[in-house]
Each structure stands twice: as structure tokens, then as C-alpha cells.
């Protein structure tokens, strides 16, 4: 089978309730665009349906993740495949109809163009909305910072892992230190996804962000400071 052109990474854990929607959308996705698109589930140990799930979209491939936490999880995926781009959707989160087409045109029309992002849209898939961060409310908008939203070179990946020390802040921490070392992405004026909002997910946890934020940002300034050296 000839190497796919495209590659989603999926990480799920315990996610049955939203798993289908968000490969719909994927299936939907890849299916509208003329490159080969492979979908890729890491499931970091579920215990729930979500497998079963999984299992009904023949057009989805599964891994079993050998590492621990989210960012080992992409890491792992990642280190799994030979696409020359990569993109990410969690698992309940939803890829806007045309989003995928819109993001290649982007990439494919521009080497220089290391990553391609929109908008992200925040939805709510639980009815309780309790320790949401601020900036994460339903019907909010903003400019994609968030792997889900991106289209990424593998070179810029394989340059850039995600730190898997980090439990809460890697995804931030990823894209300060892609930011630093590639310059800004190319940017959709336009929503490509709607992130899902659960009570009880790691973004809610907003003191163990921040502490692992501030982390991250110490360890970039002070890598900063020695190259300046």
C-alpha cells in the first residue's frame, strides 16, 4: 500500500460518548480531498466501548498506546507513520466540513509554509460547564492554537516533539517552541474545528496548567538565554 499523504492522529481514552462524531467528520474529511489520508487511533488503555467503536469505521487504523499521557500518546503515533504532513483531532473534538481541503490548498501551495491553522470554535458536549478556563466557553472563537486545528509538516514534528513530561501544558508548550524556532503558521480566517468542552478533562484543570505552563516557559527562556551565549 503506497504511503499515505496525509496522516490524523486520534488519542482516545474512554471516549465512546464522542469517538463516532469525531471520526465522521475525519471519514468526511479525508474522503473530500484527493490525497491518500490515513486515520490513526492511539488508545491509551480504554475500558469503556470506545474501541468497539472504533472498530466499526473500517477505514480507521488502531494502535494500542505503550507509553503514558497524551503527549506520549502523539509521539507515539507519530513515530508510527511516514506521512510527509500530520494532523490531529481529539477525540471529542469535530473537523468543520472542507477544513481539510482548505488547509492542504494552503500547504501545497507554499514549501515555505511549515503549518497551516483556522479557527477554533469551543462547543459544549456535556451540560455541566463547571472549571472551564475562561477563554474556553462555549460559542468562544479563536485563532487555532491547538494541534487540532493545524496541518503540520512532518519536518516541523520531528524537529518539535511534544514534551512528554508535561501532563496538561504540552500542546501550549509544543506550539511556543515550533512558534520560536519556525515563525508564525500560515492562518485560515475561517473555523476548521469545534473543540469539544467535558467537565472533568485536563483543560478544566486550570492550577496544574498554569504551574506546567510557567514550567515551560522558564525552560524557554532559559534555552533562549544560552544560544545567546
Not at 468562544?140 to 487540532?148: N, S, V
Request: hydrophobic letters at 40%; one cysteine or more; glycine letters at 6%.
Amino acid at each position: 500500500m503506497a504511503t499515505p499523504e496525509v496522516t490524523v492522529i486520534v488519542p482516545t481514552l474512554n471516549a465512546e460518548t464522542t469517538i463516532d462524531r469525531a471520526l465522521q467528520s475525519l471519514i468526511k474529511e479525508s474522503g473530500a480531498v484527493s490525497k491518500r489520508v490515513e486515520i490513526l487511533v492511539i488508545d491509551g488503555g480504554s475500558h469503556d466501548g470506545t474501541l468497539d467503536r472504533v472498530s466499526r469505521h473500517s477505514e480507521v487504523g488502531i494502535l494500542h498506546q505503550k507509553s503514558i499521557g497524551l503527549a506520549a500518546a502523539r509521539n507515539e503515533a507519530i513515530a508510527k507513520t511516514n506521512s510527509p504532513l500530520l494532523a490531529f483531532c481529539d477525540a471529542d473534538d469535530v473537523w468543520i466540513e472542507g477544513s481539510l481541503a482548505k488547509k492542504l490548498e494552503v500547504i501545497s501551495t507554499s514549501a515555505d509554509t511549515w503549518a497551516v491553522s483556522g479557527r477554533v470554535r469551543f462547543e459544549r458536549v456535556e451540560s455541566d460547564s463547571r472549571g472551564f478556563p475562561i477563554r474556553r466557553r462555549a460559542d468562544e472563537e479563536h485563532r487555532g492554537y491547538t494541534p487540532g486545528a493545524i496541518l503540520v509538516r512532518r519536518h516541523a514534528i520531528e524537529a518539535i516533539a511534544f514534551d512528554e513530561r508535561l501532563a496538561i501544558a504540552a500542546d501550549t508548550d509544543w506550539f511556543i517552541r515550533a512558534l520560536s524556532t519556525f515563525g508564525d503558521m500560515a492562518h485560515l480566517d475561517e473555523t476548521v474545528l469545534i473543540k469539544g468542552l467535558r467537565a472533568g478533562s485536563l483543560s478544566t484543570d486550570v492550577g496544574s496548567y498554569r504551574k506546567e505552563l510557567m514550567l515551560s516557559v522558564r525552560r524557554h527562556l532559559q534555552t533562549r538565554q544560552s544560544n545567546q551565549l
